[in-house]
């Protein structure tokens, strides 16, 4: 079975531009999250989606957005991008049942200049 | 203060030696824990849950101290393999998920 995928994998744009970042989630996944990762830091978590509806965001302006299709996959949209937004932007998915284990794609790297 | 603190290191350590990294978290009410490894410029990937009782997964021990709020993770006998960045991860009730900064492990030959 594919794991998470997420496209593009690199992404150039300037400032002021908006950006849509999307990610298909595991098969039989219904939760989808977005996190930022800038160098040396730890992700920070941005939204969470199930079942196609926001069920958690986190401290981020509201530049950013997200939504989840109703074949689970998702897109984060940021708009008016800023020199601070360059990051690697990770989707995780998660299954059913009481843990809550994430898997992760392997990320966008968007670069801002 | 931060949901999630981790030591960042870095701890560079001999094979064969045993390391051991904690990770404190500020509200009580968190419910799932996790360690996950990152390499350099990929994505982390699950390592373990942690459960209350502690858990071992081969040379990986994990534990909880939910009354002093922090979790740990030992390593046995690292191997040069073992050598990346370690996450503690928590789950709040508010279905956020926090992560600490990370802490960097590099085993030496």
């Known amino acids: 079975d594919a794991g998470v995928t997420q496209s593009p994998t690199h992404l150039i744009k300037t400032r002021g531009q908006h950006v849509t970042l999307r990610c298909s989630p595991i098969?039989?996944?219904?939760?989808v999250s977005w996190y930022q990762q800038v160098l040396g830091q730890g992700p920070q978590f941005i939204f969470q989606?199930?079942?196609?509806?926001?069920?958690g965001r986190g401290n981020f302006p509201d530049r950013f957005s997200a939504r989840q299709f109703p074949n689970y996959s998702s897109e984060l949209n940021v708009n008016a991008l800023l020199l601070g937004d360059s990051a690697l932007y990770l989707c995780?998915?998660?299954?059913?049942?009481?843990?809550?284990?994430?898997?992760f794609g392997p990320g966008t790297r968007l670069t801002v200049t | 203060r931060k949901e999630v603190e981790q030591d960042p290191g870095p701890f560079n350590v001999p094979e064969g030696a045993t390391v051991a990294f904690n990770c404190t978290y500020s509200?009580?009410?968190?419910?799932?824990f996790f360690w996950y490894r990152q390499d350099c410029r990929k994505e982390p990937k699950l390592l373990m849950s942690?459960?209350?009782s502690g858990n071992e997964d081969g040379r990986f021990t994990a534990q909880l101290n939910r009354a002093s709020q922090y979790i740990s993770l030992l390593i046995r006998d690292s191997k040069l393999s073992d050598s990346a960045t370690y996450l503690c991860?928590?789950?709040?009730?508010?279905?956020?998920?926090?992560f600490g900064t990370g802490t960097s492990l590099t085993v030496i030959p």
């Open positions: 509200n009580s009410a968190s419910q799932s």
């Open positions: 991860v928590v789950n709040v009730p508010s279905n956020q998920f926090y």
């Open positions: 989606y199930y079942e196609k509806e926001e069920r």
């Open positions: 098969s039989g996944h219904k939760s």
């Open positions: 995780a998915s998660r299954g059913e049942g009481y843990n809550y284990e994430q898997y």
């Open positions: 942690v459960y209350s």
